[in-house]
């Protein structure tokens, strides 16, 4: 026990000056974030594997790949990346992540040789939106390592990564109105937020009120079910200053008589302008 204890230290210390000779630093990692244990993989040849040991760091997802170390009582260290080992120039591995929480690629360990994350009949996924893995992973020299079981003995691996989201709102590609007190409100508007930065236009023309709003950038974009909210800058008849809140709901399809519009424009000297409701003609699309 002594020895075992002896040879964890030498290898910890081992890893801290490896990565502090590359400028790197050994950060925790994001497997096992309700703490309750949702962090071991098990190997019916080699036993429990711990992404999220005590020292070491752990295992990270990102949406790319995987990094860091998880550790065996059986086998040692097992290397997700070799970026985590500095080791790219004379080995390059990894496992990848393809955003989706489709794995694929190969670790290493010491003792134990390769562990490929996608080999025929088997593979590694990560549910994108609960961070739960599933699957199996393969080493030619210790067999099957299973990431979640139900029993008898229960375990499972989770990480708090999560799917990027890319939402958009649109109002597919057309004008749309609706009636603003017995006259005619038009509305048009493309926003999409890639790698959550939000982009796109959107316009407004009140026949009641005989006003032009135009958006002059996208501020935030933010999707919850089939509804979107859209802020911004905007002009009002051409003149700068104001900004806009924008609800749109994606109720049907199409989505005339169905889809809802609301905004609301503020600006210099306590403007404030609100419209809404329910469009005659037109189809709004909202997703995430």
Same mark, same amino acid.
Not at 140 to 150: D, L
Not at 218 to 234: N, Q
């Given at each position: 026990m002594r020895m075992v204890k002896l040879s964890t230290v030498f290898i910890l210390l081992v890893m801290i000056l490896i990565a502090s000779l590359s400028g790197q630093t050994v950060y925790a990692g994001n497997i096992d974030p309700g703490s309750d244990g949702s962090a071991y993989a098990y190997g019916e040849n080699i036993g429990w594997i711990n992404l999220n040991p005590s020292y070491g760091g752990g295992v990270t997802v990102t949406d790319s790949a995987l990094s860091g170390f998880a550790w065996g009582e059986n086998i040692g260290w097992v290397s997700f990346s070799c970026l985590s080992t500095s080791t790219c120039g004379t080995v390059n591995y990894g496992v990848v992540n393809d955003g989706a929480g489709n794995l694929s690629g190969y670790a290493w360990g010491e003792n134990i040789g390769w562990i490929n994350f996608a080999p025929t009949s088997g593979g590694i996924s990560i549910n994108p939106t609960t961070g739960v893995f599933s699957g199996y992973a393969w080493?030619?020299? &210790? !067999?099957? #390592? *299973?990431? %979640? *079981?139900? !029993?008898?003995v229960p375990f499972s691996v989770k990480t708090s990564w999560r799917e990027a989201t890319n939402p958009i709102a649109n109002s597919n590609g057309a004008s749309s109105y609706f009636s603003e007190g017995g006259y005619n409100a038009y509305a048009t508007f493309d926003v999409k937020s890639l790698s959550s930065t939000p982009s796109g236009n959107l316009a407004f023309t009140s026949s009641k009120t005989r006003r032009k709003v135009v958006s002059t950038g #996208? +501020? *935030?974009? *933010? &999707? +919850? !079910?089939? +509804? %979107?909210? &859209? +802020? !911004?800058?905007?002009t009002v008849n051409g003149t700068g200053g104001y900004s806009f809140t924008t609800t749109v709901g994606d109720n049907a399809t199409p989505g005339s008589r169905a889809d809802t519009f609301n905004i609301t424009v503020t600006g210099p000297n306590s403007f404030n302008y609100k419209a809404s409701g329910t469009i005659i003609s037109g189809d709004y699309i909202v997703s995430q």
């Open positions: 080493g030619e020299n &210790v !067999g099957w #390592i *299973s990431f %979640a *079981s139900a !029993g008898p #996208i +501020t *935030s974009l *933010s &999707v +919850t !079910g089939k +509804t %979107a909210v &859209v +802020t !911004g800058p905007c």
